[in-house]
């Protein structure tokens, strides 16, 4: 049925793709990257809206006249 070298092979990649993940593992956590990285985390907390925030009164009438018409969204 099943020739046993595929078990070999099978190990093989498993050790190999094990390494390639400690070695991206490793790369990720070096001192040189952690600026970097902090940087990025700090993202999402800078964007701010642009203009002044709608009033959702307003949103709620613009949406009640846009369905006035009959027509489903």
Known sequence: MMNPIWGHITGVVTVVLM????GIWVWAWRKRHRS???RMSE???EDKPEG???D???IARKDAADNEGG???
């Open 19 to 22: 390494l390639i993940f400690i």
């Open 36 to 38: 970097t990285f902090k």
């Open 43 to 45: 993202i999402p907390m």
């Open 52 to 54: 002044p925030l709608p």
């Open 56 to 58: 959702p009164a307003e």
């Open 71 to 73: 027509e489903q969204p």
